[in-house]
């Protein structure tokens, strides 16, 4: 499983911030795709989850009405989108990867097995 985060690491108060997560070595069927952060505090946040094979995309409640996921299946890329970034959305975004089954969370943290390297993303004023 390899997961490789790319996007526009470096935005000022308001653009768009537009990430990718490039997936290879598994079937995206059988797994749960999720998107992470980390900022300043000491825990790493969720922010959304997607299932292929359930055509299923959930939020984490600090994430709903901010955050976009939507996927290009056939380029097996995945994506983070949020219109309008402020000086707290600077932080390391990470993609994530578990298998489908074997839990009965959708998108919590522990459950992810698979990580990305992450990507930085810088906000300026």
């Known amino acids: 499983v390899q997961l490789v985060e790319s996007g526009e690491r470096r935005l000022q108060i308001g653009q768009r911030l537009r990430l990718s997560c490039g997936m290879s070595g598994f079937n995206i069927d059988d797994y749960v795709i999720g998107w992470f952060r980390q900022g300043r505090g000491p825990e790493r946040e969720g922010l959304g989850c997607?299932?292929?094979?359930?055509?299923?995309?959930e939020y984490l409640k600090s994430a709903q009405g901010r955050f976009t996921i939507t996927t290009d299946i056939p380029k097996n890329q995945i994506y983070l989108q949020m219109s309008s970034v402020t000086m707290d959305d600077a932080a390391v975004y990470y993609c994530?990867?578990?298998?489908?089954?074997?839990?009965?969370?959708?998108?919590?943290?522990?459950?992810?097995?698979?990580w990305g390297q992450g990507i930085r993303v810088f906000v300026s004023a």
């Open positions: 994530a990867a578990r298998p489908r089954t074997g839990t009965f969370h959708f998108c919590r943290k522990t459950d992810f097995q698979h």
């Open positions: 997607f299932s292929s094979l359930e055509d299923r995309t």
